[in-house]
C-alpha cells in the first residue's frame, strides 16, 4: 500500500480537518463530530442532511452549501456514519421546518439513518427519510437488499437542494427526491480495485487486460469481468444497459454524468462523454446539460460511471437553480 | 452466572478475538461484502473496553447498556446498529437482576437475537449474524443448566453453516449464488461474542 497518509486509523478525521479548513468560509464542523455544515443557514427552510462512509470525495460534504445540502456526516472509510453523528447533523440544521435524510442504499447506511431518524423524532424533529438506488448493475429483486445507491445521489442532492431552498415544504422537498430518484440510473466500471487504508491491501485483483463492469463504489467485485475493450463500446455497453432499464425513447430528454472513480483521467472521461453523446443522439434522445467530473468516487480506483437523469420542466429548472457547494456550481 | 465483573471479562476477551483477526474478519467481508467488517469490529470493541475501564458499575444492565451505546456510536456499518441493538435488548432484559442466571440469559439472548431480526428485517437462513444468534438461543433454552463447551460448540457450528448458504439480505446478496461458499463476516463475529462468553461463564 502506497498512500499519502499518518495513521491509517485517522485518514477520515485528518481529512475532515483538512477539508473544512479549505473552505471556512462555506462551512463549520460541529464540535465534537465529523458532521460538516453550512455557516449559515438560509432562513425557514426545510434542512437536508446526507453522509455515509468516507473515500467518495467530493461526496458528500463537497455537496454541502447554499443551493444544496445543510450537512454531511462523514463515516470511516467506505462505513456508514453512527446515529448518535447524523443526530448531530439532524439537530443542527433543523429550524422547525423538518429535515429529509438523504441515503444510499446500503444496508449500513439505511440502519444508521433510521435509528438516527427515531432520536430525532423523539426530540420532536419531523425527519424524512429517502433511499437513493440508480445502480443497475445489481438486481434489484425480492432476493437482494434491492439496488445500490452511486453517483446519482449528487443529481437527488441538487434536486432536493434547489426544491429546499425555494422554500418548499418537508413533504414537497421529499417528492421532489423521490421523483430524482424514480428517474436515475447509473451503472459502472473498473480498470484497478481500490485500497482501504486500514485493510492494507487492494479488495480484489485484476489482471493488465481485465476489467471488471458493474462495480459498486466501495471496492465491491462487480458482476462481470471480462477482457478490456474501447472506450466506446464499453461506453456504449453501458449505456444501453441504462437506457433500457429506464425505458428512455426517442424525445426523452435527459441530463448526463460521466463521473470518475478517483484515479482516471479526465481525458478518458472525456472521451467516454464523447461516446455516450453520440449514442443518445442517435436514438434521438435530447441532452439537456452534461456533467464530467469526478463527483462519487472510489478512493484510487480507476474506472468511471455513467448516470442518466431523465429530466422534466421541474427537474430542468431545479437543476438550474444557483448552487454554491464546492463540488457543484450551478 | 454473570456478574459485572464477567461481563467486563467478556468483553475484553471479546475484544481481544476482534484484534487477533481484524485481517481475518476483513478477509471474510472482502470475498462478499465491503471490507471494513475486521475494521469496525476491532474499533468498536476496543472503544467498549476502554468505556468499561473508565467507571464503576453496580449491575449487569447497566454495563451492558454501555457495550450498547459503544457498540452504535463507534463501530458503524451494518454491524453498530445491529450489535447495539442487541446488547441493547440484553440490558433492558437484564434490569433490576443482581444475580443474572440460566433462565435470565436465555430470555435476555432471546431478546437481543429479536432485536436483531427486527432491526435488520432479517430472519434464518440468510446468511447473517441472525443464523448464529437464533440457533444458540434455541439451544440454550434447552438446556437444563449452563454448559460453557456446548455453548461454543453449537455458535461454532451455527457459524460454519453459514458457508453453504446463499446470501439474501446484506451486501452479499447481490452476490447470490456466487456467495455460497463464504462463512458470513458478521456470523463470525457473532461466534466470537459466544465464544468468549462461554470461556467467562461459571
Known amino acids: 500500500m502506497k498512500k499519502i497518509i499518518n495513521n ?108 438516527a431518524g427515531e432520536l430525532a423524532e423523539s426530540e420532536g424533529i419531523r425527519v424524512e427519510q429517502v433511499i437513493v438506488n440508480d445502480d443497475i448493475a445489481v438486481k434489484d429483486s425480492d432476493f437482494t437488499i434491492g439496488r445500490r445507491g452511486i453517483a446519482g445521489t449528487v443529481f437527488v442532492h441538487k434536486i432536493a437542494g434547489a426544491k429546499a431552498e425555494q422554500g418548499a415544504s418537508l413533504e414537497e422537498v421529499k417528492a421532489a427526491a423521490e421523483k430524482a430518484i424514480e428517474q436515475v440510473r447509473s451503472m459502472g466500471m473498473a480498470l484497478t480495485p481500490c485500497t482501504v487504508p486500514d485493510a492494507g491491501k487492494p479488495s480484489f485483483h ?24 474501447s472506450a466506446k463500446d464499453i461506453a456504449v455497453e453501458l449505456t444501453n444497459n441504462i437506457l433500457e432499464d429506464l425505458s428512455l425513447s426517442a424525445g426523452d430528454e435527459v441530463a448526463v454524468m460521466v463521473n470518475g472513480m478517483g484515479a482516471t483521467p479526465e481525458m478518458e472521461l472525456y472521451i467516454v462523454n464523447g461516446h455516450v453523446n453520440e449514442l443518445l443522439k442517435e436514438k434521438q434522445i435530447d441532452i439537456h446539460q452534461t456533467y464530467v467530473g469526478e463527483f462519487m468516487t472510489s478512493l484510487e480506483m480507476a474506472g468511471f460511471s455513467i448516470t442518466l437523469l431523465k429530466v422534466d420542466a421541474e427537474l430542468k429548472q431545479l437543476l438550474a437553480y444557483p448552487s454554491e457547494a464546492i463540488a457543484f456550481r450551478a | 452466572m454473570l456478574t459485572v465483573q464477567l461481563v467486563q471479562e467478556w468483553m475484553k476477551k471479546t475484544n481481544e478475538r476482534m484484534q487477533e483477526n481484524k485481517a481475518y474478519l476483513t478477509e471474510l467481508d472482502q470475498a462478499i461484502g465491503d471490507s471494513d467488517h475486521g475494521i469496525n469490529m476491532s474499533r468498536g470493541f476496543r472503544e467498549v473496553v476502554n468505556k468499561l475501564e473508565q467507571s464503576a458499575y453496580d449491575d449487569v444492565s447497566t454495563v451492558l447498556k454501555d457495550v450498547a451505546m459503544t457498540l452504535m456510536s463507534k463501530v458503524g456499518g451494518a454491524s453498530g446498529p445491529l450489535y447495539g441493538t442487541a446488547f441493547l435488548k440484553l440490558s433492558t432484559a437484564l434490569k433490576g437482576k443482581d444475580i443474572v442466571n440460566k433462565e435470565d440469559l436465555a430470555a435476555g439472548l432471546e431478546a ?86 462461554a470461556e467467562v461463564l461459571v
Open chain 1, 8 to 115: 491509517p486509523s485517522n485518514v477520515m478525521e485528518d481529512m475532515v480537518k483538512g477539508m473544512t479548513l479549505a473552505n471556512e468560509e462555506q462551512w463549520i464542523q460541529v464540535e465534537g463530530t465529523n458532521v460538516i455544515c453550512r455557516k449559515e443557514l438560509s432562513a425557514n427552510k426545510v434542512g437536508l442532511v446526507s453522509g455515509g462512509g468516507s473515500g467518495h470525495e467530493p461526496a458528500h460534504a463537497g455537496y454541502v452549501g447554499k443551493g444544496m445540502l445543510d450537512a454531511a456526516v462523514v463515516g470511516e472509510v467506505f462505513t456508514s456514519p453512527t446515529p448518535d453523528q447524523i443526530l448531530e447533523a439532524i439537530k443542527s440544521v433543523d429550524q422547525g421546518n423538518g429535515v429529509l435524510l438523504i441515503v444510499k442504499n446500503y444496508t449500513g447506511d439505511v440502519l444508521n439513518f433510521e435509528m
Open chain 1, 206 to 229: 485484476l489482471a493488465e487486460d481485465e476489467m471488471e463492469i458493474g462495480i459498486g463504489i466501495h471496492g465491491e467485485v462487480g458482476t462481470e469481468r471480462k477482457k478490456i475493450t
Open chain 2, 112 to 197: 437481543a437475537a429479536n432485536g436483531i431480526q427486527h432491526r435488520g428485517k432479517s430472519t434464518t437462513g440468510e446468511k447473517t449474524m441472525v443464523d448464529v444468534w437464533v440457533p444458540v438461543v434455541l439451544w440454550w433454552k434447552g438446556q437444563d443448566e449452563i454448559n460453557a463447551e456446548g455453548l461454543e460448540k453449537v455458535a461454532k457450528e451455527a457459524m460454519e453453516s453459514t458457508k453453504s448458504m446463499e446470501a439474501t439480505k446484506g451486501r452479499a446478496s447481490y452476490l447470490q449464488a456466487k456467495s455460497v461458499g463464504h462463512i458470513d463476516p458478521g456470523s463470525t463475529s457473532s461466534y466470537y461474542i459466544f465464544k468468549s462468553l
